[in-house]
């Protein structure tokens, strides 16, 4: 995730040694565990939110793409174009 490797990692843990000492170097590893637990629930949370919009649009336009279809596909056998049904014959 981070691609931190061991020596850096050895190097981190050295430092929050010296500045944090021994005592309390639990108890901040776990605040810290608990806040990148957060952080990637929160993440997770908007990419489903941007996510679940996108998969509806994309059902939406292969559901209009398929009636513009059959529509089409409809006009193309009546050559006329449906023109008796709808009055547009203004043969008298």
């Known amino acids: 995730m981070f691609n931190i490797g061991f020596g850096e990692l050895v190097l981190i843990g050295v430092i929050a040694l010296v500045f944090i000492g021994p005592k309390q170097i639990p108890e901040v590893a776990r605040v810290l565990g608990n806040f990148i637990r957060d952080i990637k629930r929160a993440s997770n949370e908007l990419q489903k939110q941007i996510t ?9 336009k292969s559901d209009l793409t398929s009636r513009v279809q059959k529509v089409l ?17 203004n043969n008298g």
């Open 73 to 89: 596909d409809e006009k193309k056998d009546d050559p006329d174009g449906g023109a008796e049904e709808s009055g547009e014959n």
């Open 52 to 60: 679940l919009p996108s998969e509806s649009v994309e059902k939406i």
